[in-house]
């Protein structure tokens, strides 16, 4: 017991360093490593429960409030799958999808050959919509492919309004990785953008350790005794020495820790980007391009219709008498 208060005393300064990279290793073990191996679980889980849905036939209709309760358990799953099925739209497929298929087909077509005679017809001039009714008197074609266009009109939204159609998947109208982020889901939960610079900070403490105790040496080296020099010389030596072990034993520390923290954050990294195919397959997100043409055939739908009752208001009204 004398003897360790001794060694206490003498080596104050290296056992206060020892501690100090003591309590960062501790600190690291359980709010870096170990939250990390809890997240380590809960992709696991969130990545296999997906996997097992997208093994369902398709068509399957996903129960967007199960999952969230299921299967995003933790803050920051939950919060990006809020965001996530912000974005989220039910697609309405029919029944039998060839009639619905088919008749979108024949107004998409049907649209094109007529506004590509219209352009002929104006020698790619200007087009007066307004006209419309005055060119397809004096042009049959046109006659006839505004009359098909029409019907073919009334045709699609019969079967879209007879309940003919059932919902169907879901689909995103953005990628998954634009919600499920790797900043979101690794770095903010394990505060990555701290402890990376746990390494530095351990190297840091054992260059102190090391100039600390050649201080402490050499201020205790007493020269005045010749009698005593080689004693304090070797006393000095074994100071300096026991403070270059403390600095290795931080260094080593600070190497092991940065393999730990790049292991760690690549396998969640590889996790993450999982979660975000799994979203992707099983909610198909829409390009930008099938959405243009979706708004596209809704426009000239829209107009054709306005066309109509217009006509059909025009003919109703009765003709102001000539003076």
Do not use: C
């Amino acid at each position: 017991m004398p003897d360790l208060m001794i060694q206490l005393t003498a080596y104050w300064h290296l056992w206060a360093v020892a501690a100090v990279i003591g309590l960062i290793a501790l600190n690291y073990a359980t709010q870096f490593i170990g939250p990390a191996l809890k997240l380590k679980t809960s992709l696991a889980q969130v990545n296999g429960h997906l996997a097992l849905m997208a093994k369902n036939p398709p068509g399957t209709l996903i129960d967007l409030v199960q999952l969230k309760n299921e299967v995003m358990t933790s803050p920051a799953f939950r919060h990006a799958w809020e965001q996530y099925t912000g974005t989220l739209q039910q697609q309405w497929q029919a029944a039998e999808s060839g009639p619905l298929g088919a008749a979108r087909q024949r107004v998409s077509h049907l649209s094109k050959a007529f506004f590509t005679h219209m352009g002929q017809t104006s020698n790619g001039g200007r087009i007066d919509l307004s006209k419309l009714e005055q060119l397809a008197q004096t042009d049959d074609q046109l006659a006839q492919l505004w009359a098909q266009y029409n019907h073919a009109i009334e045709a699609l939204q019969q079967l879209e309004t007879s309940g003919s159609t059932t919902p169907g998947q879901w689909q995103a109208n953005s990628h998954a990785e634009n919600y499920f982020t790797e900043q979101a889901l690794v770095d903010s939960p394990l505060q990555s953008n701290f402890y990376k610079h746990i390494p530095g900070i351990l190297t840091g403490v054992g260059i102190i350790g090391t100039f600390t105790g050649l201080i402490a040496g050499l201020v205790s080296f007493d020269v005045s005794n010749p009698e005593r020099v080689q004693a304090e010389l070797s006393q000095l030596v074994q100071t300096v020495g026991h403070a270059f072990l403390v600095s290795a034993l931080a260094i080593t520390l600070a190497m092991v820790f940065t393999w730990i923290e790049k292991s760690v954050l690549t396998g969640r990294y590889r996790q993450v980007e999982q979660l975000q195919q799994w979203l992707d397959t099983l909610f198909a997100p829409q390009g930008g391009t099938q959405f243009m043409e979706r708004l596209t055939q809704a426009t000239e739908i829209q107009a054709a219709l306005s066309y109509k009752i217009l006509s059909q208001l025009r003919a109703s009204t009765p003709q102001a008498p000539q003076r």
